[in-house]
């Protein structure tokens, strides 16, 4: 079920393996529940005073030298909670009770299983395909299209409520009305397409590549595991 109210399946905040493609849909795929997400986009500007520039005018200048820099960081808390994983391998699966197609699984862990099983996932490097945490799916409501329009053009007179928003993975791209270069994306060349409506629960959805730099989690005794994650955007360049 996708919705603004319920998210996907009832979750806003997945985590992928760096395995899961169009063909494994929403295996190798682990929601968090998530009480809070935190997303920071630093700007790296060197900005450099002006020797002399306040001694006739009384009011000092700055220049701002512009890099095209930008730190952006994701930090997420919240609680761990059993749940069914889903996951599927290139090769055929020896153990009992697979998939249709014999190369996946579904089983339900505890939450100190997920745990566990998370920071091994962590501790991992690109190689590992099945282990390597390269992507984060945030989603959220949205009412307005790549071309600054309304999803539905009904809304253009009787205007929407929350609830029959459309569901968007979040990322960084622009709205550019497809061309790449038109609206927000003027004076761009290339970059990430703006996302398109989320409509399957099980369909593949893209959201940021990156890493994650930590996972913390604290076993309090209960039936759920509490967490923080921090996720670094970036392009991982494998040696």
């Known amino acids: 079920m996708v919705s603004s109210s319920a998210g996907i399946g009832g979750a806003w905040v997945f985590i992928k393996l760096a395995s899961n493609d169009a063909d494994n849909s929403d295996y190798n795929r682990i929601w968090l529940q998530a009480e809070s997400v935190g997303i920071t986009t630093g ?11 306040g001694i006739a005018t009384g009011e000092s200048t700055s220049l701002a030298l512009d890099l095209g820099m930008a730190n952006k960081s994701i930090n997420i808390s ?12 290139k090769e055929d699966v020896t153990t009992a009770d697979t998939d249709t197609d014999g190369k996946g699984l579904t089983r339900k862990m505890t939450a100190q299983e997920i ?16 282990q390597n945490l390269n992507e984060i799916i945030i989603v959220y409501p949205s009412y307005v299209n790549k071309n600054w329009e309304y999803h539905e053009s009904s809304w253009n007179t009787t205007k ?7 569901m968007m993975p979040f990322n960084y791209a622009v709205r550019d009305g497809g061309t790449m270069m038109g609206f927000d994306a003027r004076g761009s060349s290339g970059g990430t397409a703006f996302p398109t409506p989320i409509d399957s629960d099980t369909g593949e959805i893209d959201g940021v590549k990156g890493f994650i730099r930590s996972f913390n989690t604290t076993f309090e005794g209960s039936p759920f595991v509490s967490f923080t ?5 970036a392009t991982t360049i494998g040696f």
């Open 229 to 233: 994650m921090d996720f670094e955007v």
């Open 78 to 89: 919240g609680v761990l909670v059993e749940q069914e994983i889903k996951k599927k391998f």
């Open 43 to 53: 700007k790296t500007v060197a900005a450099f005073p002006v020797p002399f520039s």
């Open 115 to 130: 745990a566990q099983l998370l920071h091994s996932y962590v501790d991992s490097s690109f190689l590992q395909s099945q």
């Open 160 to 166: 929407p409520d929350l609830d029959d928003a459309k």
